[in-house]
């Protein structure tokens, strides 16, 4: 079983830019379909990017496309969310996920916070 421990989080301005990583252990890493998740106050757990087990397909949220860059290095068991241009609207806990080839996303890193200020 795969555990994850996400990293980065931070207040940055808007505008600017962080880059997340997740840290997995316990697992075979190449073997997990990975994605990351946003929750804001208030609001449901969202879905932002997702990336194959290679690394050679990438999908993202429409919200997020164009600003955000999923990628892993499989070889350091990390997957990344570089996130650019960062709007007021993007604050929330992040989390990344891991899946196995079939079924839903079931193993959660408890998340890390990023803030934006305008």
């Known amino acids: 079983q795969v555990q994850l421990v996400e990293s980065g989080g931070e207040l940055v301005q808007a505008g600017g830019s962080l880059r997340l990583s997740c840290a997995a252990s316990?697992?075979?890493?190449?073997?997990?379909?990975m994605g990351w998740f946003r929750q804001a106050p208030g609001k449901e757990r969202e879905f932002v990017a997702g990336?194959?087990?290679?690394?050679?397909?990438?999908n993202y949220a429409d919200s997020v496309k164009g600003r955000f860059i999923i990628s892993r290095d499989n070889a350091k068991n990390t997957v990344y969310l570089q996130m650019n241009s960062l709007k007021p609207e993007d604050p929330a806990a992040y989390s990344c996920a891991a899946r196995e080839l079939i079924g839903a996303f079931r193993y959660w890193g408890p998340g890390t916070q990023v803030t934006v200020s305008s």
């Open positions: 316990g697992g075979t890493f190449i073997m997990y379909t």
């Open positions: 990336i194959s087990r290679s690394g050679g397909a990438t």
